[in-house]
């Protein structure tokens, strides 16, 4: 949809339509019941406050997925019109069905096998995704490249949301998912950065491999984060 605004209405209505949703976003926020049960006011500022340590391993591992993820939505079009490809829009109709179809069933695997039954083979599908998405040159390849992408992406998301709160007291879940939201913005933030200059010196498809290897490194971050999580009990 952004890509379809941009070439209709140029970027300013692009931007000028994104405040406005930002902006109702906000308002219906705002209507949203709160349970202040179980806060506790008189907490002292501490560390501890802004920090939830059972948000750690979703958290880490969902800024690895950000940061592989910003290669996708940064770089995605540039490539694809390096590589003679103009409606690369439909990657992006592509990947967000097959997210939003794929992530129910992830919820219901997570209830029934928990997280690592969606962090494990999402991490794996988002990285050869990634790696299709270096060697494409049709418009199919990419189409193909954003089936798989959106299979990891909604298993992972749905998992690691659900995880970053799992075992966490009511008062604290609102700061596990600040830790995971945050997270995810930083990843998101630093891979525009860190890819953009990795492609300007080795070229984009060296990048999409690249954060190929930085989702697999989520399966070591993960694992590690988890067991020590673990053994500290």
């Given at each position: 949809m952004g890509i379809y605004l941009s070439l209709r209405l140029g970027y300013f209505w692009l931007f000028y339509i994104s405040g406005g949703l930002?902006?109702?976003?906000?308002?219906?926020?705002?209507?949203?019941?709160?349970?202040e049960k179980g806060v506790n006011r008189t907490e002292v500022v501490s560390g501890t406050m802004f920090?939830?340590?059972?948000?750690?391993?979703?958290?880490l591992t969902g800024l690895l997925v950000a940061l592989s993820y910003s290669s996708v939505?940064?770089?995605?079009?540039?490539?694809?019109n390096l590589r003679g490809i103009s409606n690369v829009g439909v990657f992006f109709t592509v990947f967000a069905l097959?997210?939003?179809?794929?992530?129910?069933?992830?919820?219901?695997?997570?209830?029934?096998?928990?997280?690592?039954?969606?962090?494990?083979?999402?991490l794996l599908l988002m990285a050869v995704a990634l790696f299709l998405i270096s060697c494409a040159h049709s418009i199919m390849a990419f189409i193909v490249a954003a089936?798989?992408?959106?299979?990891?992406?909604?298993?992972?998301?749905?998992?690691?949301?659900?995880?970053?709160?799992?075992?966490?007291?009511?008062?604290?879940?609102?700061?596990?998912?600040?830790?995971?939201?945050?997270?995810l913005d930083i990843g998101l933030g630093a891979g525009s950065m860190v890819f953009g200059l990795v492609a300007q010196s080795l070229g984009y498809a060296f990048m999409y491999r690249l954060a190929g290897v930085t989702s697999l490194g989520g399966l070591g971050v993960y694992w590690f984060t988890t067991h020590a999580l673990k053994a500290k009990k």
């Open positions: 930002a902006v109702m976003a906000m308002f219906l926020a705002a209507q949203l019941p709160v349970d920090l939830e340590i059972k948000a750690l391993p979703a958290s939505i940064t770089f995605l079009q540039i490539y694809a097959t997210s939003l179809l794929s992530r129910p069933f992830a919820g219901r695997l997570y209830d029934i096998h928990g997280p690592a039954v969606g962090v494990v083979p999402g089936f798989v992408f959106g299979l990891g992406f909604g298993g992972i998301h749905p998992s690691l949301q659900a995880s970053a709160v799992e075992g966490v007291a009511p008062s604290r879940r609102g700061i596990a998912q600040a830790n995971f939201f945050s997270a």
